[in-house]
């Protein structure tokens, strides 16, 4: 799996959008970028992927780069219960290597009021 | 519909002992995933299962194994427990074998090695 690099850490003021950027590559032409994320004592949440295109859904949109060495996830109006740890993956969807997530250190974003 | 349960949520136990995590998995799903999580980490691939069958294992040791029952549910065994097994385990699951789209995750299993 491509391996990604996230800052550690970025704070974002409530109701403003946050942009949450992702360095990716490595990234070959079938694997999809994911992004979920971890709440405090919870399980990682899925918020959203793609391979190319731009996406969006009702939690974020996901813009990637034309190259898709980057991309940067949007969450349009963060409030303080998006406090959390952010986690960007590169994944093939299908085959053996498809069978897992794999992890790495994420963004842990604050969201102030 | 129930999520991902997992059980017990925290369990507290000895060097050398042996531990046995549980998981049921979203109805209709039949791939359960495990992952580690040491504090301040992302999680880490453990295994997969698929229809019973192990899928995929991650880079952990023999003392670390799991199966998949008839009902999809999975048990995690971990024999001759470290202090440093000392993790949040998770549980995923997901309809498909690898050709999912998105795996969702229990609340997790707190084991603290003492």
């Known amino acids: 799996d491509a391996k990604t690099t996230q800052p550690p850490s970025m704070d974002c003021a409530e109701g403003r959008a946050a942009n949450l950027p992702c360095n990716h590559s490595?990234?070959?032409?079938?694997?999809?970028v994911y992004w979920y994320r971890q709440i405090h004592s919870q399980g990682p949440q899925y918020i959203i992927h793609?391979?190319?295109n731009n996406e969006t859904n009702e939690m974020a949109s996901l813009i990637i780069t034309e190259d898709r060495k980057s991309s940067t996830l949007i969450l349009p109006h963060a409030t303080l219960r998006d406090t959390a740890v952010y986690y960007c993956?590169?994944?093939?969807?299908?085959?053996?290597?498809?069978?897992?997530?794999?992890f790495g250190g994420g963004t842990r974003v604050l969201v102030k009021p | 519909d129930a999520g991902v349960t997992q059980s017990p949520t925290h369990l507290i136990k000895t060097r050398g002992q042996h531990v046995t995590l549980r998981c049921s998995p979203i109805s209709g799903h039949k791939s359960v995933s495990w992952y580690q999580q040491v504090l301040g980490q992302g999680p880490q691939f453990i295994f997969q299962y698929y229809e019973k069958e192990e899928r995929g294992r991650g880079n952990f040791p023999d003392r670390f194994s799991a199966r998949q029952f008839p009902n999809y549910s999975s048990e995690l065994n971990v024999n001759a427990l470290l202090l440093g097994d000392s993790a949040l385990y998770l549980c995923?699951?997901?309809?498909?074998?690898?050709?999912?789209?998105?795996?969702?995750f229990g609340q997790g299993t707190r084991l603290t090695v003492v």
């Open positions: 993956i590169v994944r093939v969807v299908g085959g053996a290597a498809g069978n897992k997530l794999t």
């Open positions: 793609g391979l190319k």
């Open positions: 995923a699951s997901s309809p498909l074998d690898s050709q999912w789209t998105e795996a969702f």
């Open positions: 490595t990234i070959s032409g079938n694997e999809y």
